[in-house]
């Protein structure tokens, strides 16, 4: 009777430890993308952890232990992205180190006065295109200027009467640009840029270029990342064709990264 009263208490241990192997839950994300967050939990993962994007939440199955450490780990994780403001500005009278040593300038105690005289002295008639784009960090804003052409597609049929040609319009976009996705790391700001140029053939088909770079500058700080002002070539090929510029007119590309809110 003792011995089968003790394989009871066994066989309840048992059970009990199994029971507590593993446990599942269902964690909500209020900022942060589900695949992001699984992405940078899975070093803390075991061969036995599983997680699964569902939506906008998580479903977890991990020990006791470790369903803590993942849950301590997706509260620091779930941060609120950022609203960035970037400006582009395209200028063939301003390098990035003279506009941000103007802003300098702005922000010290006579900046008001400054900055006026910065103003009344400046060349209007080289001004050029300032736009912003509002996106949130770590999400790409394209930037691209282009144009739609008509394109001619011709079909040759074979049957048993013979051969027939066929016909049809389609409408192809070459683009020129770029795509900026800034993402924040503390008082300063990593910044991927992919620039492309598309140039249509006289055949009829797209000639492409393309490029990937990542930058860091602190917020607020212009920065070049384009431009021809010390060249003579023909300003109207290859990612220049953003510019739109002339010989009479060379520009830069700059960039800026603020926070909106």
């Known amino acids: 009777m003792k011995s089968k009263s003790w394989f009871a208490g066994l066989l309840l241990l048992t059970g009990s430890a199994l029971a507590d192997e593993t446990v599942m839950e269902v964690i909500q994300l209020n900022n942060r ?100 784009i509002r996106t949130l960090e770590g999400q790409a804003a394209r930037i691209q200027t282009g144009q739609v052409r008509p394109v001619q597609n011709y079909s040759v049929y074979s049957s048993p009467y013979g051969n027939s040609v066929s016909s049809d319009t389609q409408m192809i976009e070459a683009s020129t640009g770029f795509a900026v996705t800034p993402r924040l790391a503390g008082q300063q700001v990593m910044i991927d840029i992919e620039p492309w140029s598309d140039q249509f053939q006289r055949n009829g088909q797209i000639e492409t270029q393309s490029a990937r770079t990542s930058i860091r500058a602190n917020l607020g700080e212009w920065i070049e990342i384009a431009g021809n002002a010390d060249t003579e070539q023909n300003h109207n090929q290859g990612f220049n064709s953003f510019n739109q510029s002339t010989r009479q007119n060379q520009l830069r590309i700059l960039i800026k990264v603020d926070r909106a809110d």
């Open 33 to 132: 993308p589900a695949e992001e967050v699984t992405t940078l939990l899975a070093p803390l993962l075991d061969s036995q952890d599983r997680v699964v994007q569902n939506g906008s939440s998580l479903i977890v199955k991990a020990s006791p232990a470790k369903m803590d450490q993942i849950r301590t780990l997706i509260q620091k994780l779930d941060t609120r992205l950022s609203n960035l403001v970037i400006s582009v500005l395209q200028t063939s009278n301003k390098t990035a180190a003279e506009l941000n040593a103007e802003a300098s300038i702005a922000a010290s105690p006579n900046g008001i006065h400054m900055r006026g005289m910065v103003a009344n002295t400046e060349d209007l008639k080289n001004r050029r295109q300032h736009q912003q």
